[in-house]
């Protein structure tokens, strides 16, 4: 079984302040892929970056970057000079190779940028 | 490039009243996810459909949720009789042909309350 925990249930954070997002992960598969997620208050899921189990590399797209720690089970998501338009909750999900269509997702950060 | 499309955006019925959810999946996806999303849950498989086939329908609650892909541009998610219990978020979800497991693309969402 598979299995995703974020344990901040909420960050609140003045603009530009940097906000880091943590998600640990459980699974017996060696092959897997995690999945970030963002859901504005409009409501709708948007996709923000998959890796592989066996890419370990950390990965940076604009002010977003991700921290990927196979040796603590670590997928972390860090913004960096957060802006107003990065509140949301944002999911962290993991899916195993064996079946690879059971997307896991964990509880979900809120997270407030206040201006 | 359109994206999921899911209709209606909002529901509003009574208890006992037949609901139908519509959802159009990405031009050239083969898979198709039900999802259903409330606070206590978070975010649940429903129901995985590969070339308008349903491929795991373990997540569908009881008997009164019921789904059909009738051709590779159209589903539908009904429930019958609907319940308070019922209200939630439904997300339809589609992912493009490969070996492997692919990112899934979400749809907008449909609210659902049921008085």
């Known amino acids: 079984a598979q299995k995703v925990t974020q344990a901040q249930t909420e960050i609140s954070v003045v603009e530009k302040e940097d906000v880091t997002l943590d998600c640990v992960y459980e699974t017996r598969d060696t092959t897997y892929y995690l999945f970030w997620y963002k859901q504005p208050p409009s409501g709708e899921l948007v996709f923000l970056i998959r890796?592989?189990?066996?890419?370990?590399q950390n990965e940076i797209s604009g002010r977003y970057s991700w921290n990927f720690q196979k040796s603590t089970s670590s997928f972390n998501f860090t913004i960096t000079a957060s802006q107003v338009v990065d509140s949301a909750v944002y999911f962290c999900a993991l899916t195993p190779s064996s079946n690879d269509y059971k997307l896991s997702f964990g509880a979900g950060t809120t997270v407030t940028v206040r201006a | 490039d359109a994206g999921v499309i899911q209709s209606p955006r909002h529901e509003v019925t009574e208890m006992g009243q037949e609901v139908t959810l519509r959802c159009k999946p990405i031009?050239?996806?083969?898979?198709l996810f039900w999802y259903r999303q409330t606070m206590m849950r978070g975010l649940e498989l429903l129901i995985y459909?590969?070339?308008?086939?349903?491929?795991?329908d373990s997540g569908m609650p009881e008997d009164r949720f019921s789904a059909k892909m009738p051709n590779a541009s159209f589903s539908t998610l009904k429930i019958q009789p609907s319940e308070p219990r019922d209200s939630a978020v439904y997300f339809c979800?589609?992912?493009?042909?490969?070996?492997?497991?692919?990112?899934?693309?979400f749809g907008p969402g449909t609210r659902l309350l049921v008085l």
């Open positions: 459909f590969n070339n308008n086939v349903p491929i795991d």
């Open positions: 031009s050239g996806h083969n898979s």
């Open positions: 890796r592989n189990s066996f890419d370990e």
């Open positions: 979800a589609s992912s493009p042909p490969a070996g492997g497991p692919e990112t899934q693309y």
